[in-house]
């Protein structure tokens, strides 16, 4: 049975998609066999698999990132705005009909058992699954059919990494304030933090970093730097 390991965010934006593309090649090039997951992604620019099925743009940037050609099981659900309430729902890489926010959110708990099948296929085909979440886990009206965050983690009994933009300013509020906003089993389930997008002098924010550790008690795994380009990545 494959580990996995999740990487959710404090908010959108904050470079969980890079980080998850990051891992799934440092594991492939360590020599396991890795695959990206996605339980629900909202994207205007799809991918089209070979099968012709839709998925979102990041989960095939990550399959290229872990050498592996992009399936439908890496995004079971690509959610395409279609107005400021309302959106195309594509369900395992086929459109299955529009649908307001209130529509979705009322449907969502039916797609549990489909984003486990699509996990435990990828589980039983790899050693690592490198789960993304989506926006921040501390949304709390969203919380009840959750499907993308908190409640996936659970559901896989995988391990999550909060990742905290730095560029944006205030990371320190953003990561104690999302884990304040968790329930206590959510948290047991936070191994570690993460802080992206910096630039400066690392002598600088150690004091921050040592005063977030004491304050959350969870151990900062890693600063990253702002990338100012990021290459494309090719599956050879």
């Not at 992604?41 to 070979?50: D, E, G, H, I, R």
């Not at 050498?67 to 107005?83: A, C, D, H």
């Amino acid at each position: 049975m494959a580990k996995k390991i999740m990487v959710q965010g404090t908010g959108s934006g904050v470079g969980k998609s890079v980080i998850v593309a990051a891992l799934c090649r440092i594991f492939t090039q360590d020599g396991y066999k890795v695959a990206p997951f996605k339980s629900q992604n909202m994207a205007l620019n799809s991918y089209v698999t070979k099968d012709g099925l839709e998925i979102g743009r990041a989960q095939a940037f990550q399959a290229f990132a872990a050498r592996k050609k992009p399936t439908v099981e890496m995004n079971p659900i690509l959610l395409k705005p279609s107005s400021g309430t309302a959106a195309q729902v594509i369900v395992r890489g086929k459109p299955i009909g529009n649908m307001t926010a209130k529509e979705y959110h009322d449907y969502k708990p039916k797609a549990l058992n489909l984003i486990k099948d699509c996990f435990e296929k990828l589980e039983r085909e790899n050693d690592i699954v490198v789960i993304e979440g989506a926006g921040s886990p501390a949304e709390v009206n969203l919380r009840e059919n959750d499907i993308v965050n908190m409640s996936i983690a659970k559901l896989l009994d995988a391990p999550v990494l909060l990742l905290g933009d730095i560029d944006k300013g205030g990371v320190f509020a953003w990561i104690v304030g999302t884990l304040e906003l968790l329930e206590e089993e959510e948290k047991e389930l936070v191994k570690g933090i993460l802080i992206n997008k910096f630039r400066g002098d690392m002598d600088i924010l150690k004091p921050g970093l040592g005063f977030l550790e004491k304050r959350v008690n969870k151990p900062v795994m890693g600063v990253i730097p702002y990338f100012q380009d990021i290459i494309p990545i090719r599956t050879n």
